[in-house]
């Protein structure tokens, strides 16, 4: 018998087997598989706005079930010389006290004390972003007549190196708090450099005489990290070569996930200009 003919055969003989295999479905069996962690998304700050932390737990992948909101927790923050007690409100969401007034340079510690466990973080309050001046004008990328706008300004860290921020931004009042439109920033090329017509945003959805108020958030490495690895695993990738999951790692203790971050916020206000100002 010729190679070619033995080659043949193996082929025949492999299909044949194939085609006799029960065709199984795949099933990864991780629909109930859930540890009730909790999460803990607290980023307070000195604004009005950054007043909250919410507690949720884990919920099974692709349940479809509402997420489980934390209502029994003991939260506190402890300041320099102060403890603070966030009082619950609904639906896991616990409110600072009105004299909650966190301090530039200052280290804080949150403690959750949740059906017999401690869970714990430690954040400091770093100096806020130099915001010299803002502007906003249309997209230099897309038609005037679509009223996509973009935001540019004269901004600045602080002396010392290492340091974070993001930036969001909010029309009439309305907050786009996703990490697909907020603005990274590191000072790790531009350390105590002015960066002049800086582009904050683009692409921001608005009409004429619209109010945009756009802020600047100081964070810390971890919770900078933290918003890349969200971000990575937000985006979508090469469905031919996809990497695996990006783990997102937070600052809380005792196997809890999500973030403390306690953040000087600064808040300019803009105008969205008339047609006729352009």
């Not at 909250?52 to 010389?81: C, F, H, W």
Request: glycine share 6%; aromatic share 10%; with cysteine.
């Amino acid at each position: 018998m010729t190679n070619f003919n033995k080659i043949f055969l193996i082929s025949v003989l492999t299909l044949m087997a194939l085609s006799g295999c029960e065709r199984v479905q795949f099933d990864p069996d991780i629909d109930d598989l859930n540890e009730r962690l909790p999460v803990v998304d607290a980023v307070l700050g000195n604004h009005p706005d950054y007043k909250t932390i919410s507690l949720t737990r884990t919920a099974p992948y692709m349940d479809g079930t509402e997420v489980e909101k934390i209502e029994n927790a003991l939260v506190t923050v402890q300041g320099p010389a102060k403890n603070y007690l966030f009082e619950h409100l609904k639906d896991g969401i616990y409110q600072a006290p009105e004299d909650f007034a966190p301090v530039a340079g200052r280290t804080y510690h949150l403690s959750i004390e949740l059906d017999g466990e401690i869970y714990e973080a430690e954040s400091t309050m770093n100096p806020p972003v130099n915001i010299d001046t803002l502007e906003v004008g249309y997209d230099r990328w897309e038609d005037p007549k679509d009223h996509i706008y973009e935001v540019t300004g004269r901004v600045k860290d602080n002396e010392p190196e290492g340091e974070h921020f993001i930036f969001k931004y909010a029309v009439n009042e309305f907050l786009y708090d996703s990490t697909s439109v907020w603005s990274h920033y590191t000072d790790q090329l531009t350390n105590n450099i002015w960066l002049e017509d800086a582009i904050i945003f683009m692409n921001i959805e608005a009409q004429p005489g619209d109010t945009l108020d756009v802020f600047g958030l100081s964070i810390s490495e971890i919770y900078y990290d933290f918003i890349q690895a969200a971000e990575k695993n937000r985006v979508g990738h090469n469905p031919f070569s996809p990497p695996s999951g990006i783990p997102i790692t937070g600052n809380i203790s005792n196997g809890a996930l999500g973030i403390f971050q306690v953040s000087a916020i600064v808040q300019e206000r803009l105008f969205i200009p008339e047609d006729d100002e352009e």
